[in-house]
């Protein structure tokens, strides 16, 4: 079969296939040819714009991404619930071509030359305070992204931002409405209130044998015990294996000798350039005319900032910062590896344009002597050598745990200690119960029904174990004696919460007829943000308006813990003379901003044509 493949490539149509993807390749970047397979229907439609799958994956990569940056190490990407995190992507993909097809309705556009400038100033692509393209690249790899989609990414997001700044930057509040703030935020007002505790309303009911002996027949299924597991494991570790690697001095030799090799191969140049975009014959005498400057000892630095046309390095003198050769075209680098210490290069043309360039200064890293280094390369060397004989036994692990019945013979081959878990259930709770991978293998049907040892699983770098079930116990119910305590709490709890709807409503009714005898707690002239009273108070109490001809007013409101409180507003105090500053201008134009972009982005919501497949 392979060599029929090897025949096969040799010919015309194999050939012309192959130049066909690395056009496309070339022209479209490798996301044309993640788009070529399948056939199945885009994930959403917006529009009458798909949106890829591709996209959708990326998007759920780049959430994973930033739940891993939150949360650290501590982080298990396997508790994520990847069809929620792809809805959500499908969703957060679906706003944003709204948004950014609105922008265009909207003639909101951003440049090439916008876009380059951003790129080159973002810090995150620098390396000493200067764009590093090998940077910028490794950065877009990682995160899954092209130079092309990583444009029209910033693009896109350039646009939302561009529009959403207009109706914030454009919303002004008037004098009436700046008032009007200040005279709510300073209203005061008077209240009443009686707090009603559950914890009362529990000790008046009762709760008969016959009660729970019910709620037990009819809610045996709250009652279940847990599954619960123990296995054997075999444990695999790297760092077990340090003791089996061995160094000798020839290897260490080499080892430096590699060190010395590299650095050398990372020496580094300062360039300075002054860069014409154009190549002809106006441009290359302009830089004649440079040259001739130079030779009259005018400053390079200088000239550059008045010649060149690279915006990211004229106003630093031309100067690039240090770089290895290879970070520059093939001319540029040739003719700087070709310069003395401040010397200049005569015009050098490449795909950016005409340049003179400067060498300003070399440097290598320094390679500190072999003895000093001996100690760490032995480690190093060690290190490598575990991780060898780590793949090594991983695989054969693997291959010895899938084809027995047991851990015995695995643990034979490889040397390994046959390792008992405690009891633990789906949940896990401590040893390597604790990882998520081990309590979904352990109670997988293969391991429970099966009798076959689990997949090799992998708990951290350098750290594997299989697992095979040393026993098993079943969910069953418990016995009424075992729950009698907790279901009581439950009645008495789901009963005294019907005690107390009963008795606030009843309350609330002799409040209104004024025929309620309990005792008010009365506050006065409180402002929204009061001390000493529970929040849920306040905010009722700020939310009531008074009955007609000001007549007090009543509700109800849950506080914590299932208590509930009667209140009753007695007066509002306006102030009609509030003093108003820029932080009331301030605030009534952040909401309307905020409400008419709110309704800005819902009109093309309900206007667009979203189709989910």
């Known amino acids: 079969m392979l060599q029929a493949i090897r025949d096969g490539s040799k010919g015309i149509v194999a050939k012309l296939i192959v130049g066909l993807i690395i056009l496309t390749f070339a022209l479209f970047g490798i996301e044309s040819i993640v788009a070529l397979g399948g056939g199945e229907a885009a994930p959403a439609e917006v529009n009458g714009e798909e949106i890829s799958e591709f996209k959708v994956s990326q998007m759920v990569q780049l959430q994973k991404r930033r739940l891993q940056a939150q949360f650290g190490q501590n982080f298990d990407p396997s508790i994520l619930n990847d069809k929620m995190l792809r809805q959500s992507a499908v969703e957060s993909l679906i706003g944003e071509t709204v948004l950014r097809q609105a922008a265009n309705e909207g003639g909101i556009y951003f440049s090439d030359k916008a876009i380059d400038k951003l790129i080159v100033q973002s810090p995150e692509f620098q390396v000493n305070g200067q764009f590093d393209r090998d940077q910028y690249d490794l950065i877009l790899r990682s995160a899954g992204f092209t130079r092309a989609t990583h444009r029209e990414l910033l693009r896109s997001n350039l646009s939302s931002q561009q529009a959403q700044s207009a109706w914030q930057l454009t919303s002004f509040a008037t004098v009436t409405e700046e008032q009007r703030s200040a005279q709510l935020e300073s209203q005061t007002r008077?209240?009443?209130?009686?707090?009603?505790?559950?914890a009362a309303a529990k000790e008046s009911v009762?709760?008969?044998?016959?009660?729970?002996?019910?709620?037990?027949?009819?809610?045996?299924?709250?009652?279940?015990?847990?599954?619960?597991?123990?296995?054997?494991?075999?444990?695999?570790?790297?760092?077990d294996l340090l003791a089996l690697a061995e160094v000798d001095e020839t290897e260490l030799q080499e080892r430096y000798d590699i060190i010395t090799e590299e650095s050398a191969a990372k020496r580094e140049y300062r360039a300075a350039h002054i860069l014409l975009l154009d190549d002809n014959d106006q441009a290359r005498n302009t830089l004649n005319e440079v040259q001739a400057k130079l030779s009259a000892g005018q400053d390079f630095s200088?000239?550059?900032?008045?010649?060149?046309?690279?915006?990211?390095?004229?106003f630093s003198g031309g100067d690039l910062g240090f770089s290895t050769a290879d970070v520059y075209e093939s001319e540029f680098s040739d003719a700087l590896m070709g310069l003395n210490k401040d010397q200049v290069s005569k015009v050098v043309q490449t795909r950016d344009g005409l340049h003179l360039i400067k060498l300003l200064g070399t440097r290598q890293p320094e390679v500190a002597a072999f003895d000093d280094l001996k100690d760490s390369l032995v480690q190093e060397i060690k290190r490598e050598k575990s991780q060898i004989l780590y793949v090594e036994r991983l695989e054969s692990l693997n291959d010895e745990s899938f084809s027995a019945s047991n851990l015995q013979a695995p643990a034979a081959a490889l040397n390994l200690k046959v390792q008992t878990s405690a009891e633990f259930t789906r949940q896990g709770e401590s040893g390597i119960a604790q990882n998520s991978k081990v309590t979904t293998a352990a109670f997988s049907e293969s391991v429970l029904f099966d009798d076959s040892n689990s997949e090799v699983i992998e708990l951290e770098d350098g750290r594997a174990v299989v697992l095979h079930l040393a026993s098993f116990k079943e969910s069953v119910v418990k016995s009424f004696d075992r729950v009698a305590t907790q279901i009581e709490a439950q009645l008495r709890t789901e009963k005294g919460m019907e005690s107390l709807g009963v008795q606030l409503e009843g309350a609330l009714a002799s409040a209104k007829q004024g025929e309620l005898g309990t005792a008010w707690s009365s506050l006065k002239d409180k402002s929204r943000n009061a001390k000493g009273v529970d929040a849920p108070i306040i905010a009722k109490a700020f939310t009531m308006a008074l009955g007609t001809q000001g007549i007090a007013s009543f509700d109800l409101v849950d506080l914590s813990g299932g208590n509930q409180a009667l209140v009753r507003l007695d007066a509002v105090n306006r102030s009609l003379s509030a003093n108003t500053d820029d932080s009331d201008e301030q605030k009534v134009e952040r909401g309307k901003s905020y409400n008419e972009y709110k309704a800005y982005n819902q009109h093309f919501l309900d206007k667009a044509s979203i189709d989910r497949n």
Request: charged share 30%; aromatic share 14%.
């Open 206 to 239: 009762t709760v008969s044998q016959e009660d729970k002996e019910n709620y037990y027949d009819a809610n045996a299924s709250r009652f279940m015990t847990q599954e619960t597991v123990v296995v054997n494991y075999l444990e695999l570790k790297r760092s």
């Open 302 to 314: 200088t000239l550059a900032e008045q010649y060149s046309q690279d915006d990211t390095s004229k």
């Open 190 to 198: 008077d209240f009443s209130y009686i707090e009603y505790t559950l």
